[in-house]
């Protein structure tokens, strides 16, 4: 189809005010590939709406450039259908609201904005989705309150479900636990699980199939058409899922790791947990003798919040102690009770169960480390508490000590063996390493068998350091790095019921988005609604592996030779492995090599003897963007010698780019992107990280060139990072000033 450009320009917002807004139509009206150009008022008004409409339909306009506001400002007034390409061209907060008005260099900068608009949408197609036969089904890991719920809730939205659970019964924990902690006013009495009537729902219903006694013994293929094979004592059986939510749970930390708090010392040192199967069980007695107890101390974080055991927090111990108090209560009236905590975390409305706890008399809390725990010459446990409240040591004894054991996944593998001799070492893909041996950012854990991927990254959800999968941060709670598999319940952080409930709940509508969204052939999150895909000319493939290294989701399997094997299902749309390819034979329909390079050649690069340096700013849409955006909203003021072009991800950057910009005559380069590390908020996971590596082969092209290294910086920034972008921006200009003009200005 013949393309046909329609420019659209705003004078709303002080454009107009701050722009000569006839010299931009005078450029697109001079450039041929511009059939028409038109200016409105108020564009996103229903006479400028109703213009381009006119014109898509009387003059068969397929490309329009919006110059206008940000892309996040009635994106859906500017959609035109799957076969009009649009461009959002930023003359609001990136130019009018941001620079000075009426000046020389604010009108260049609109006039570079416009160009880079016709020019992009000249050279890219509207993407055609990838429609394949799907399915709508989804399966549930996992078969205790979390996995429950979400196959319930998934249900009555009216899917398909699979209950897969290991165990011969459903109910997980939620079985072995007496009462939960209070979830209404006034937040004083315990209450029942409520476990049993919703394993009636849950096996009464129709739309949900449960396998007991059952395992995954292997997950192939991608969203929408993800291969099952299951495993029971019956043998097997097969089946195809759209997507995937893991619910499997956690299982308490080894007390056996903590005799330093008297584990082992006497049988009447025990975990919260063997306390829950005595209440179960006849009531609590002392181990020991199966006497009654008349004193009992709990002691919290037994081996959480301990660097030496498990650094985290375990979320739930302090209330479960203060629940196991009314256990002991109710059973006891006259017993002492004594909690020693390094803080008691009883978050929200469960600080007033926690109030109430503290007003029994015969209840003593006090702040303190565990110096020992030993059991004394009649029997009895002796307590050696430093650090208190009272700023004194001091020694409690009691019949029974219990300790506050903490969570840990079941995606945590237990300490591996090194093989032994003569025995294979685990495949590099199982450690969560890359083929020659790099580290992920995260990768499945070495013997992690539960979902049994046939991924080459590993077997299971890749996870961070603590063993849990990559899934709850701000911008990804349920979200893994394996798209179309979502983490839900105490697998995914530590948590109680009512937390679990709430994560099934979530991570069901996920996956309902993800069956839907895949039968579209449209991107999930974060790009949800893509309806583009990465296209490989492998013809040119050299084999080189770094797409199927680099893809953080996944989404590219490959040969023997090295050859990769794209699931485009699995893709999320990054663009990662286009930056990654040093021959540059992946592209997406709307966006791709020739898209940015066009993009930078459109920019007018002034000669050094006009004194305006030119800076090209590569900026990822998703936080650094929007950061910009921001920064015009506030009206902040920054330098107008930078020219932005948005990357769907700095992961995305190929380095190509750097290249033609500085061999086009740009002084300087900046790379923004999102903040990395532990607390990464990069919503491709390692984007930003991949582009401070990729530096190292910026650094020598640079050479080769024999331009000055400081030309080219990277910067980080939080979407709330808005205030310091005029610095950085200026920061840089006077670094720019200070190695001098670009020597390949002119040539």
């Known amino acids: 189809m013949e393309k046909k450009t329609g420019v659209y320009i705003c004078k709303g917002c002080e454009i107009a005010k701050c722009l000569d807004v006839d010299k931009l139509v005078a450029l697109a009206e001079g450039n041929p590939k511009v059939a028409i150009c038109k200016c409105q008022d108020i564009l996103c008004s229903q006479a400028g709406i109703d213009a381009i409409k006119n014109d898509i339909a009387s003059e068969g306009v397929n490309r329009i450039v919006v110059a206008a506001c940000s892309i996040r400002t009635f994106p859906e007034l500017f959609d035109f259908g799957k076969d009009v390409l649009v461009d959002r061209t930023n003359l609001r907060e990136q130019v009018a609201w941001s620079h000075e008005p009426n000046d020389e260099d604010t009108q260049m900068l609109a006039e570079d904005y416009l160009r880079m608009g016709i020019a992009k949408v000249q050279t890219v197609d509207p993407p055609e989705p990838l429609i394949e036969e799907t399915s709508r089904d989804i399966m549930v890991v996992g078969g205790g309150m979390t ?19 290991k165990a011969d019964k459903l109910g997980g924990w939620a079985t072995r636990f007496t009462k939960v902690f209070p979830k209404h006013p006034p937040y004083e009495e315990l209450e029942d699980t409520g476990v049993a009537g919703l394993i009636k729902e849950v096996e009464s219903d129709n739309n949900i199939t449960v396998h007991l006694g059952t395992t995954v013994k292997k997950t192939a293929g991608q969203p929408g058409k993800f291969a099952v094979a299951l495993a029971n004592g019956n043998g097997g059986h097969e089946l ?70 498990l650094p985290y927090c375990s979320s739930v111990c302090c209330r479960v ?15 002492k009770i004594y909690v020693v905590y390094k803080d008691v975390r009883s978050p929200a409305q469960f600080e007033k169960f926690y109030a109430h706890c503290q007003m029994d008399e015969g209840v003593f809390f006090t702040k303190g480390e565990i110096a020992g725990v030993t059991k004394e010459s009649d029997g009895r446990i002796a307590v050696n508490v430093e650090e208190t409240l009272l700023g004194e040591d001091i020694v409690i004894k009691a019949d029974m000590v219990v300790l506050a054991t903490g969570m840990v996944p079941t995606t945590k593998v237990a300490d591996i063996q090194p093989p032994a001799e003569g025995e294979e070492p685990a495949a590099a893909a199982e450690a969560g390493t890359t083929a020659d041996g790099k580290k992920e950012a995260a990768g499945a854990q070495v013997g992690a068998k539960i979902l049994n991927l046939s991924y080459r990254q590993g077997t299971d959800l890749p996870t961070l350091k603590y ?6 941060f701000i911008c990804f709670p349920y979200e893994t790095q394996r798209t179309g598999i979502y983490a839900a319940g105490a697998v995914r952080a530590p948590q109680d019921f009512a937390t679990a409930i709430n994560d099934a709940y979530g991570a069901a509508m996920k996956s309902i988005q ?29 084999q080189c592996k770094r797409c199927t290294e680099e893809c953080p989701f996944g989404a590219l399997d490959e040969d023997d030779k090295g050859t990769p094997q794209p699931n485009p299902l699995r893709c999320r749309r990054c663009g990662i492995c286009l930056g990654a390819c040093p021959e540059r034979i992946v592209s997406f329909k709307n966006y791709g090599i020739n898209m940015i390079s066009t993009m ?12 305006k340096p030119r800076i090209l700013a590569f900026i990822c849409e998703n936080d650094a963007l929007p950061s910009v955006d921001m920064a015009g909203m506030k009206r902040l003021k920054y330098n107008s010698m930078i020219r932005i072009i948005p990357l769907r991800c700095l992961g995305s950057l190929n380095t190509i780019w750097i290249s033609d910009a500085l061999a086009s005559g740009f002084d300087g380069v900046l790379l923004i992107g999102c903040r990395k590390g532990e607390d990464y908020q990069c919503h491709f996971v390692k984007g930003s990280e991949l582009a401070a590596y990729r530096m190292g082969n910026v650094q020598e092209k640079l050479k080769q060139l024999v331009l000055e290294e400081e030309r080219v910086e990277v910067h980080e920034l939080a979407i709330t990072d808005y205030d310091k972008i005029p610095k950085i921006f200026d920061d840089f200009l006077e670094v720019i000033e200070g190695v001098g003009p670009n020597p390949y200005k002119d040539m």
């Open 147 to 165: 996995g429950m719920t979400a196959a319930r809730q998934a249900s009555l939205a009216g899917y398909k479900v699979t209950l897969v659970e």
């Open 514 to 542: 993800a069956v839907e969204s895949v039968s579209r052939g449209a991107a999930l999150h974060p790009r949800a609604g893509d309806l583009s895909y990465p296209e490989f000319f492998l013809q040119r493939c050299t």
């Open 600 to 611: 930078i050649k459109a920019i007018d690069v002034p000669d050094e003897f006009e004194e």
């Open 467 to 472: 063993g849990f999968p990559d899934s709850h």
């Open 240 to 309: 195809t899922v759209g997507s995937i939510i893991l619910s499997t749970g956690w299982k308490p930390y080894e007390a056996d790791k903590l005799t330093h708090l008297g584990y082992g010392c006497s049988p009447d040192v025990i975990t919260n947990i063997k306390m829950e199967e005595m209440v179960s069980n006849g009531g609590i007695k002392r181990p020991s003798d199966g006497k009654p107890v008349n004193s009992i101390v709990f002691i919290q974080c037994a081996g959480s919040r301990d660097q030496d055991h």
């Open 321 to 335: 102690s203060l629940k196991q108090t009314r256990y002991v209560r109710e059973q006891y009236p006259d017993a």
